[in-house]
């Protein structure tokens, strides 16, 4: 006996992937404002709050270490 596809199962739509938007800052916790969560999907960066985001540091691929 040959097996057979079962196709009733599989859904062939497409769907889109909203972005995961979590609403508390991933250092301390504390629950993000509306302005904190939209600078943090613009960046792709991670959710923080304005203290940490404030704190974070990017670090430049070309500058040389001192010394």
């Known amino acids: 006996m040959a ?8 859904d062939l739509e497409e769907h889109s992937l909203e972005p995961v ?15 904190e969560i939209e600078a943090s999907l613009e960046t792709d960066g991670p959710f923080l709050c304005t203290i940490h985001a404030s704190e974070e540091v990017t670090l430049d691929e070309d500058a040389e270490p001192p010394g």
């Open 21 to 35: 938007i979590q609403r508390t800052c991933a250092e301390c916790g504390t629950p993000l404002t509306k302005q």
């Open 3 to 10: 097996a057979r596809a079962n196709l009733r199962g599989l």
